[in-house]
């Protein structure tokens, strides 16, 4: 049963956690003032610096990218049948 329940959940859970790990990034960055990429993207919206933007918004869709080939590979681990489409 865990063999057939197991490719969705691994889905879900991937696109959950990346979202996670960027919102707290932002979050906890803000509310405790440490200084780190939550903070220079937010100095970067609020100054208009489109170059800071631009390759925040780069590394954000790699990690986006690489998250979905962890998450097809580790997929079709677990289901090869996934793998034959």
Same mark, same amino acid.
């Given at each position: 049963?865990?063999?057939?329940?197991?490719?969705? &959940? @691994?889905?879900?859970?991937? $696109?959950?956690?990346?979202? @996670?790990?960027? &919102? #707290?990034?932002?979050?906890?960055?803000?509310?405790? #003032? $440490?200084? #780190?990429?939550? =903070? @220079?993207?937010?100095?970067?919206?609020?100054?208009?610096?489109?170059?800071?933007?631009?390759?925040?918004?780069?590394?954000?869709?790699?990690?986006? @990218?690489?998250?979905?080939?962890?998450?097809?590979?580790?997929?079709?681990?677990?289901?090869?049948?996934?793998?034959? =489409?």
């Amino acid at each position: 049963m865990l063999r057939n329940a197991a490719p969705p &959940l @691994v889905a879900l859970f991937s $696109i959950r956690v990346l979202a @996670v790990l960027l &919102l #707290g990034v932002y979050l906890v960055e803000t509310a405790l #003032g $440490i200084p #780190g990429f939550g =903070e @220079v993207t937010l100095t970067a919206i609020r100054d208009r610096d489109v170059a800071v933007i631009l390759a925040a918004t780069l590394i954000t869709t790699l990690l986006g @990218v690489l998250s979905t080939l962890v998450e097809d590979v580790v997929t079709v681990v677990l289901d090869p049948r996934s793998g034959s =489409e």
